[in-house]
T-cell receptor, first 113, second 112 residues
Framework: NAGVTQTPKFQVLKTGQSMTLQCAQD?????MYWYRQDPGMGLRLIYY???????DKGEVPNGYNVSRLNKREFSLRLESAAPSQTSVYFC????????????FGEGSWLTVV | QQQVKQSPQSLIVQKGGISIINCAYE??????FPWYQQFPGKGPALLIA?????SEKKEGRFTISFNKSAKQFSLHIMDSQPGDSATYFC???????????FGKGTLLTVNP
């Protein structure tokens, strides 16, 4: 049982390049999330998808787009990467109701130079 | 506006000691308060959680204390072990809005 799988694990981008972070979960969860983690800032929600077919902005959505491809997959796209987007990105999923455990992937380390 | 404030930023405890991490929240509509544990290079994982209808929840060496009137909750780690060394995040969510708002984290180091 893999849980939440993210790819790639490490990526270096040049300013202005685009890329997509892929995420898949095998727990039949309804809700999926993308968080970023920066030193001293905790985990901040970028976008989430409450259920297949819906997506909503979180706390820090600027510079990102998402696609809920199906129930299993939720991708995060950086259209024109900026150094401020250097961060560790975590995909997560949950059943999708109050109090449900949110399960995180192992993270994607992104550096924009 | 930071809705969940966590302290301290870092904590050093001797093996066998008690580790205490505190969080305060602003939104009285929050009704679910989990703590997550994160080891280096890994994603956060749920450690323990509480709802505001109880004042304390204990699971093994880990206890959450909850003070609804003060809008505060804390994590106590009894008999702290070097293997407990990790970053701990408190979080909160409300009702049907199950998105978690996280504190900024506490780096715990337990010295042998």
């Amino acid at each position: 049982n893999a849980g939440v799988t993210q790819t790639p694990k490490f990526q270096v981008l040049k300013t202005g390049q685009s890329m997509t972070l892929q995420c898949a979960q095998d727990m039949n969860h309804n809700s999926m999330y993308w968080y970023r983690q920066d030193p001293g800032m905790g985990l901040r929600l970028i976008y989430y998808s409450a259920s297949e077919g819906t997506t909503d902005k979180g706390e820090v959505p600027n510079g990102y787009n998402v696609s809920r491809l199906n129930k299993r997959e939720f991708s995060l796209r950086l259209e024109s990467a900026a150094p401020s987007q250097t961060s560790v990105y975590f995909c997560a999923s949950s059943k999708g109701s109050s109090g449900n455990t949110i399960y995180f992937g192992e993270g994607s380390w992104l550096t924009v130079v | 506006q930071q809705q969940v404030k966590q302290s301290p930023q870092s904590l050093i405890v001797q093996k066998g000691g008690i580790s205490i991490i505190n969080c305060a929240y602003e939104n009285t509509a929050f009704d679910y308060f989990p703590w997550y544990q994160q080891f280096p290079g890994k994603g956060p994982a749920l450690l323990i959680a509480i709802r505001p209808d109880v004042s304390e929840k204990k699971e093994g060496r880990f206890t959450i204390s909850f003070n609804k009137s003060a809008k505060q909750f804390s994590l106590h780690i009894m008999d702290s072990q070097p293997g407990d060394s990790a970053t701990y995040f408190c979080a909160a969510s409300r009702g049907s809005n199950y998105k978690l708002t996280f504190g900024k984290g506490t780096l715990l180091t337990v010295n042998p």
